[in-house]
């Protein structure tokens, strides 16, 4: 049987997931995205799991697309191209719309090159921390095609307009030092803390209210987008089912009982 292609561990209420491919440097595949929807769908479903921390095996983060997909594209009967590439694309957007839109906080533990979709995964994490070996290259233009894997939405987001088009026109390689003054990192780790380190900072954030948690990223997600009113609005919703959960009633109990008894 062969070896899984994305590993799934949970300890201390932390999931790590690592593409394991090392020998392609991680590039995903279409077995290894199978893989790794049905290892977010898991812990999407999974309320033991609080946080995440996404990495890769080896001296690579993720290579991007996979070589062999594109020259099954290139190899494809001219009247099947389109539907095929269409069809790909789909699998690509349910990947990254389950990851960035995941009820719980992502770090992406960066431990080599992540280059083209490996660049616009780390980004559809939530945090990005990173090693001295990490690099960050938005490749795609000098493949003929555009970024696919949310690159053109996220990277803007984190860098600014401007900057963003010249590291997707350049598809230049922005090491380290560089990809964290520009915001694309969060922060930095040695290479033999890396791992330990995310898993850290995902035990800290995942400590809270998963309910407020889930509602408060599902918000955040979409506040560029939408008008000061509309936030106001689903933030009202979304405090209605807090109010409910039993962290909130918890939380309280707490509070009120610690403030009677200094009383």
């Known amino acids: 049987m062969s070896e899984p292609l994305v590993l799934l561990e949970v300890s201390d209420q932390v999931a790590t997931l690592t593409l394991n491919r090392p020998d392609k440097r ?7 995205r199978t ?4 290892a977010l769908e898991r812990i999407a479903a999974d309320q033991a799991i609080k946080a995440v921390v996404l990495t890769g095996a080896g001296k690579g983060f993720c290579a991007g697309g996979d070589i062999s997909g594109m020259q099954q594209r290139m190899n494809a009967p001219a009247g099947e191209v389109g539907f095929n590439g ?6 690509v957007h349910t990947t990254q719309a389950l990851l960035h839109t995941l009820p719980k906080p992502v770090i992406a533990a960066v431990n080599g090159a992540a280059s083209g979709l490996g660049a616009d995964t780390a980004l559809a994490c939530d945090f990005v921390i990173a090693s001295e070996a990490a690099s960050f290259t938005w490749s795609y233009i000098l493949r003929g095609i555009i970024p696919d894997g949310g690159g053109m939405y996220f990277l803007p987001r984190r860098v600014g307009l401007p900057r ?3 590291l997707i026109f350049s598809g230049r390689q922005v090491k380290v030092d560089e990809a964290l003054a520009l ?12 791992l330990a380190d995310a898993q850290a900072w995902a035990r800290e954030l995942g400590r809270g209210s998963a309910t407020a948690l889930a509602l408060s990223k599902t918000i955040l997600n979409q506040s560029f987008e939408l008008s000061a009113h509309d936030v106001f ?6 405090q209605g089912i807090c109010y409910t959960s039993s962290e909130h009633r918890a939380a309280v109990e707490a509070f009120l009982a610690k403030s009677a008894s200094k009383e």
Request: hydrophobic share 40%; proline share 0%; aromatic share 6%.
């Open 183 to 194: 915001g694309i990192v969060d922060r930095k780790a040695g290479a033999d803390t890396l």
């Open 35 to 38: 893989e790794f929807i049905a």
């Open 164 to 166: 963003a088009k010249e």
């Open 233 to 238: 609005a689903q933030g009202s919703q979304a």
């Open 26 to 32: 991680n590039a995903m595949s279409d077995g290894m």
């Open 86 to 91: 269409w069809h790909r694309q789909q699998r």
